[in-house]
């Protein structure tokens, strides 16, 4: 069993930044792809950007240019860089952890990020 604890939302000015982490704790297995997910009020959620534990990314088009993920193998944790903020970014971030086993698949508890314009 993997826990998920998110960190470092809140409330940002639109051109603001925020980072948010993630740590991944319990039965982790080395070989994983962590990343995050958003849903916004309304909506459906939807990918944003993941890292692979051999550091293959991927960005949703929506988010690149300004957000950056990057992961501590060693401590299990991803990070979310979150630049250039738009009030379109407002959403419940979701933190995911994806192994071979996609059965195993966990998603964190959900961290708001409220960017004002």
């Known amino acids: 069993q993997v826990q998920l604890v998110e960190s470092g939302g809140g409330l940002a000015q639109a051109g603001g930044s925020l980072r948010l982490s993630c740590a991944a704790s319990?039965?982790?297995?080395?070989?994983?792809?962590m990343g995050w997910y958003r849903q916004a009020p309304g909506k459906q959620r939807e990918f944003v950007a993941d890292?692979?534990?051999?550091?293959?990314?991927s960005y949703a088009d929506s988010v690149k240019g300004r957000f950056a993920i990057s992961r501590d193998n060693a401590k299990n944790t991803v990070f979310l860089q979150m630049n250039s903020l738009l009030p379109e970014d407002t959403a419940a971030y979701y933190c995911?952890?994806?192994?071979?086993?996609?059965?195993?698949?966990?998603w964190g508890q959900g961290i708001l990020v409220t960017v004002s314009s």
């Open positions: 995911n952890f994806l192994p071979l086993r996609r059965y195993l698949e966990v």
């Open positions: 890292i692979t534990s051999g550091g293959s990314i």
């Open positions: 319990g039965s982790v297995v080395s070989i994983n792809t």
